[in-house]
C-alpha cells in the first residue's frame, strides 16, 4: 500500500488537504518515486549478487563469540529466572485493548506488571534468539531471496537509513534497540550518533559492550517507553526508527506525540512491525485460534492495523509518507521458514544432549517454549491475515 503511488494528492484513493504545503507534497512525491522495499533489488557486481558491502558486514558480531557467550548464559540460569522467563508468557495471552482482561489477569497496576514481564521475557530471549541468525531480535522483511535472514537485515537496515535520510552527525533515535546491533549498523554505514531505549538492563549492557568495542559514540538508555517523557529536549533529534517495537505500547497516540516533540521540524520516522491485515477476523474460529499462538510466538501484547499506525501518526502531528507490506510479495514466510526450520534442528539436538544429561534440564524447557507455533505463524502470513514486516514513514512538517 503506497500512498502517493502515482499522484502526489491522493492518500490511499482520498483527496488531500489542498491547503498541504509545497514541502510535503514535494517530500511524498519523491518517497513516493523511490524503490519500494517490496520490490526484488537488481542484481549487483558483489560476490554473491546481494547487495551489501564490507562496511554492512563490518558492523555485524562475530556469531561464534555470540554463541558461545548466550549459551553459557542460559547455562547458567537460576529456576527462578526460568519461572520468571515461563510466567511473563502470560501478557501474550492479553491486549492492551482490553483493560478489563489486563486487571483480572495482572491487577490494577497492570502496567508495571507488563514491564515486569518483559523484562524477564527479553532477559532470556535475547539469548535464545542470540543462538541463531535472529540475534537481532526480528525477522526481515523477505527483500532478496538470494540472502540469508542477516543479509535481509542489513538490507533493511541500509533502506532505513536511506529514507530518513541520516547523515554523519545526526542524532537518530531506536526504540526498542535490543542488544545495539541495528544501532551499530546505522552509525557505521553513515557516521550518525544513535541513541537507543530498552526496558531489559540486560540487552542494555550487552549494547553499549558490543559499541563500545566498536569505538562507536552510540548511547543506551534503560527505560521502559510506556514510561513518558522521553529524556531529550525538543526538538533535539533528527531521525527515529523502530523495529517490532510498538505492541508492546500502551498508548500510541502519546508515544507518537512526545516522538512529535522531540524531534527537528523536517525529522522522519521509519516504523517496521506487526499488525492484522483487513482479512483477519476475529470472530473467525480459525483465525483466532492462530491468533492465539502467534502473539505469544512474536511478543505482541496489541493488536495493531496499517489504520491505527496512521491515525496516531496524523493525529499527533506527523504526515504519512508510505505506508506498505516491506515484503516481496507481501510474504515474510520464507524467512520465518528459515528461522524455524534452523530452530527445530537445534531442538533437537537439545532434547538429546538434555536427555544424556549433558545439558541442564530447563533447556528442554526453552527451547520447546521457543520452537512452539512456528508453524501457525507461517500459515497466517501466507493467508495474509498478519505480518510482522509491515512499514511505515513519516515526517514531522517544516
Not at 541495528?182 to 557505521?188: E, Q
Not at 502467534?294 to 496516531?312: C, D, H, R, S
Not at 504519512?320 to 539436538?349: C, H, K, M, T, W
Request: glycine share 6%; net charge neutral.
Amino acid at each position: 500500500m503506497l500512498r502517493h503511488p502515482q499522484n502526489p494528492v491522493a492518500v490511499n484513493g482520498r483527496e488531500s488537504d489542498s491547503s498541504e504545503n509545497d514541502a510535503i507534497a514535494q517530500e511524498k512525491r519523491r518517497v513516493a518515486a523511490g524503490p519500494s522495499l517490496a520490490t526484488p533489488t537488481k542484481r549487483t557486481k558483489k560476490h554473491n549478487g546481494v547487495d551489501l558491502d564490507p562496511l554492512d558486514r563490518s558492523s555485524q558480531p562475530n556469531r561464534l563469540k555470540t554463541f558461545r557467550v548466550s549459551f553459557k548464559y542460559l547455562h547458567d540460569l537460576t529456576p527462578k529466572q526460568v519461572d520468571d522467563f515461563m510466567a511473563s508468557y502470560i501478557i501474550y495471552n492479553l491486549d492492551w485493548a482490553d483493560e478489563e482482561q489486563m486487571i483480572a489477569a495482572l491487577g490494577s497496576d497492570y502496567r508495571l506488571k507488563v514491564g515486569e514481564c518483559l523484562m524477564a521475557y527479553y532477559g532470556i530471549m535475547n539469548h535464545l534468539c542470540a543462538l541463531g541468525d535472529v540475534e537481532k531480535m526480528y525477522i526481515p522483511p523477505f527483500m532478496d531471496k538470494r540472502a540469508t535472514v542477516l543479509e535481509n537485515q542489513l538490507l533493511y537496515e541500509k533502506q532505513i537509513a536511506r529514507v530518513i535520510d541520516l547523515k554523519a552527525g545526526d542524532r537518530v533515535l531506536d526504540l526498542g534497540c535490543g542488544r545495539g546491533r541495528v544501532a551499530a549498523h546505522m552509525a557505521t554505514v553513515t557516521g550518525a550518533q544513535v541513541t537507543g531505549i530498552n526496558i531489559d538492563p540486560n540487552q542494555v549492557a550487552q549494547a553499549r559492550e558490543f559499541n563500545s568495542e566498536r569505538g562507536l559514540l552510540n548511547e543506551f538508555i534503560v527505560q521502559d517507553f510506556n514510561s513518558l517523557p522521553l529524556p531529550f529536549a525538543d526538538e533535539s533529534l533528527d531521525a527515529f526508527y523502530q523495529i517490532q517495537a510498538l505492541s508492546l505500547c500502551k498508548d500510541l497516540g502519546k508515544l507518537f506525540r512526545e516522538l512529535f516533540r522531540v524531534l527537528r521540524p523536517g525529522a522522519k520516522i521509519s516504523l517496521l512491525d506487526w499488525v492484522s491485515l483487513p482479512s483477519y477476523d476475529p470472530t473467525n474460529p480459525e483465525h483466532a485460534e492462530l491468533m492465539s499462538r502467534v502473539k505469544p510466538l512474536i511478543g505482541a501484547v496489541g493488536t495493531p492495523t496499517p489504520q491505527i499506525f496512521e491515525t496516531a501518526l496524523e493525529e499527533a502531528g506527523f504526515v504519512v509518507l508510505r505506508s506498505e507490506n516491506a515484503s516481496v510479495g507481501g510474504l515474510q514466510a520464507p524467512l520465518i521458514d528459515r528461522v524455524d526450520v534452523y530452530f527445530r534442528a537445534v531442538r533437537q539436538v537439545i532434547l538429546g544432549l538434555v536427555k544424556l544429561r549433558l545439558l541442564p534440564a530447563h533447556f528442554k524447557t526453552l527451547i520447546n517454549r521457543l520452537c512452539l507455533d512456528g508453524e501457525a505463524f507461517v500459515k497466517m502470513d501466507k493467508m495474509r491475515l498478519i505480518t510482522t514486516s509491515y512499514w511505515v514513514v513519516a515526517m514531522k512538517p517544516e
